[in-house]
């Protein structure tokens, strides 16, 4: 009969996560000041665009159901 492999315990289950984790973090690519700059910049423009669409359409159907009722 072969002997139950023990599994790791709760501590080391959780070394192990850190340290892959703190590894996967050094392979990020972390923007610079003018690339976070450019980012937060388009992502700002792109949410009042869209901002603005939603609030044409929702004023248009309030109009249109203004009419109807």
Avoid: C
């Amino acid at each position: 009969m072969r002997q139950a492999e023990k599994k790791p315990g709760l501590m080391e289950r959780l070394k192990k996560y850190t340290k892959g984790s703190l590894n996967e973090l050094k392979k990020v690519h972390w923007p610079n000041k003018s690339e976070l700059i450019t980012y937060t910049s388009v992502v700002l423009v792109t949410v009042v665009i869209v901002s603005a669409m939603i609030w044409v359409v929702d004023s248009a159907l309030s109009f249109v159901l203004e009419l109807i009722i």
